[in-house]
């Protein structure tokens, strides 16, 4: 069973940065955060191809949010910068063994596979 385990979340001031990882128990080929604040819906945050060459980010995060990956350690980062209380939310990893296409990449059903999530918390 591939298995995804997040890590870095915390509490943290306005301004102030985190760096999340998931690790993997395989490699797969397209890698997602999501995140999830009280009372929204899932929302989109980052993907990357496992290549490396092709990420994504939502309007809200660019220029603040950097997705990668390490290939030996099978782990994808999510550093966050420039952190705002509206940051908050439960982060999610999600991947999949196919390449999910651009026209798709928003959607939480192109990934098959998800973690428990990790708690972000900015403060003012």
């Known amino acids: 069973q591939a298995q995804l385990v997040e890590s870095g979340g915390g509490l943290v001031q306005a301004g102030g940065s985190l760096r999340l990882s998931c690790a993997a128990s395989?490699?797969?080929?397209?890698f997602a955060w999501f995140r999830q604040a009280p009372g929204k819906e899932r929302e989109f945050v980052a993907a990357?191809?496992?290549?490396?060459?092709?990420?994504y980010y939502v309007d809200s995060v660019k220029g603040r949010f950097t997705i990668s990956r390490d290939y030996a350690k099978i782990t994808v980062y999510l550093q966050m910068n420039s952190l705002k209380p509206e940051d908050t939310a439960k982060y999610y990893c999600?991947?999949?063994?196919?390449?999910?296409?651009?026209?798709?990449?928003?959607?939480?059903?192109?990934?098959?596979?998800w973690g428990q999530g990790t708690q972000v918390t900015v403060s003012q």
């Open positions: 999600a991947a999949d063994l196919s390449w999910v296409p651009k026209s798709t990449i928003l959607k939480e059903e192109s990934y098959r596979y």
């Open positions: 395989r490699t797969f080929t397209s």
């Open positions: 990357i191809a496992w290549s490396g060459t092709d990420t």
